[in-house]
């Protein structure tokens, strides 16, 4: 770490002790909050209490502004230790307040930590309404510092929940458009990489996203920044292995689990042990799959979940675990479907077919196949919003309102506003079906 960067974080350090009852308390607490975030040796419940204390419940915000890099430090350090309620909250005054005094820069602030919450907790259709909301800010906000890392991190988040839902030439326009933004080895600019790096892999581009990755890597490293809540690590170890680097890719995971075990973020964790499992010894990794299944059934993140049930069914169906190997594969091919993750969905199917399963289709259609954001916007239809409404009530553009509403009453297969209550009201019932298609 530069000597500089210890310097400050020992700095911010000192702060940690402040109870938050004053604007230059919290103000503290935020920055301590952050430097905890960024010590190998801290964890998450350290980080979050003092975020907590650093935000106040909104008053943070409301005597910094959610355009500050005060704010945004507070509630990085909840992203970190996984506290997507926290930020959820903080994300929607954040909107309130761009809306309010037509701050483009605090649109973008509460449109990051949606699109963040909605990754982690599996919502991949919510996530890129989220990061494209964001990134419509871009044009109005004054090009800046802060600016350009809370872009670039939004530009990031997309091109991952693009990814996660096929839509790869999106994913690759969007980060071409990225490269011309600058250099991408300045810190505002370096999460571009991470999205580079998570297409790379996408495409089965090994090398190149082991050399997005490790890049990524190197510019947080110079600059004393340990990223908590990313995946450059599992990205290159599992890149590594696809190129026959066993030793390296061993070496990657195993260093992301020492920070991930000692940081104690449930859902971080449980990631990691699934690429661990998936780089190690074959004859392990069924056993290494469910570790990090049961781990992350305890968490939000639905479609991690989905991800190593998926891998799990195939390394037991390599083992002969027929019968294990098709629950876990059918799990994780409904549970990858309703996050929006066609290829996940699809990879799991095609495994069903060579045990000889039948899978049912996908839920295309019905209440169960609505998102957790077109769930919340039919409910808001059926209490009779308008578009309109709707966009002020979920903090989303009417543009974003008007996709959201159409994809409902497709899913639900009807043609007006008011058959949506119904629908509801029918799935809701005892004994109620999901419609399978």
């Known amino acids: 770490m530069p000597a500089r960067s ?99 820069l605090a649109l973008v602030s509460g449109w990051i930590g949606h699109v963040s919450v909605r990754l982690q907790r599996g919502d991949l259709p919510g996530a890129v309404a989220a990061g494209e909301a964001a990134l419509d800010c871009a044009s109005d906000v004054r090009w800046t510092v802060i600016a350009s890392r809370w872009l670039s991190a939004s530009a990031r988040f997309l091109a991952e929940a693009l990814v996660g839902t096929g839509e790869l030439e999106r994913a690759d326009d969007l980060l071409r458009e990225w490269e011309r933004a600058g250099d991408l080895d300045l810190p505002d600019l ?120 998926v891998d799990l069914g195939v390394a037991q169906r390599r083992h002969g675990l027929r019968r294990h190997a098709r629950a876990a594969l059918e799990e994780g091919m409904d549970l990858a479907a309703r996050c929006g993750a066609v290829p996940l969905a699809e990879r799991a199917r095609t495994e069903l077919h060579v045990l000889g399963a039948r899978p049912r289709r996908h839920l295309a259609s019905g209440v169960q196949s609505l998102t957790a954001t077109q769930r919340r916007v039919a409910e808001l239809v059926a209490d009779g919003l308008t578009n309109r409404e709707i966009a002020q009530a979920a903090f989303i553009t009417q543009k974003t309102a008007e996709t959201h509403v159409s994809a409902v009453l497709r899913k639900l297969d009807v043609r007006s506003r008011h058959q949506v209550a119904g629908c509801l009201a029918a799935d809701a019932e005892p004994g109620a079906t999901a419609n399978a298609g």
């Not at 581009?205 to 450059?232: I, K």
């Not at 992301?256 to 000692?262: D, N, Q």
């Open 190 to 309: 370096v999460l571009v990489r991470l999205g580079r790096a998570f297409h790379a892999e996408a495409v089965g581009d090994h090398e190149r996203a082991l050399a997005e990755a490790t890049r990524f890597g190197e510019v947080c490293a110079s600059v004393g920044y340990v990223e908590r809540n990313s995946p450059w690590r599992l990205v290159a170890a599992r890149a590594a292995s696809a190129l026959g680097d066993q030793r390296r890719a061993v070496a990657l995971a195993d260093e992301a689990l020492v920070l991930t075990r000692r940081w104690g973020a449930p859902g971080e964790l449980g990631a990691t042990l699934r690429t661990r499992a998936l780089v190690g010894p074959g004859g392990a990794r069924a056993a290494g799959l469910q570790e990090a299944v049961t781990l992350l059934r305890t968490t939000p993140r639905r479609l991690a979940l989905a991800t190593a049930l």
């Open 6 to 104: 210890a310097d400050a974080q020992r700095e911010m350090l000192r702060h940690a002790r402040l109870p938050g009852d004053t604007p230059a308390e919290r103000l503290a607490l935020a920055n301590a909050a952050l430097a905890h975030g960024f010590d190998p040796d801290q964890r998450a419940e350290v980080a979050l209490a003092l975020a907590r204390r650093a935000l106040g419940d909104g008053a943070l915000a409301r005597e910094q502004g959610t355009e500050t890099p005060a704010w945004g430090q507070a509630c990085y350090a909840a992203i970190f230790a996984e506290d997507l309620e926290t930020v959820e909250r903080e994300s929607d005054i954040a909107l309130d307040q761009g809306r309010r005094r037509g701050s483009p």
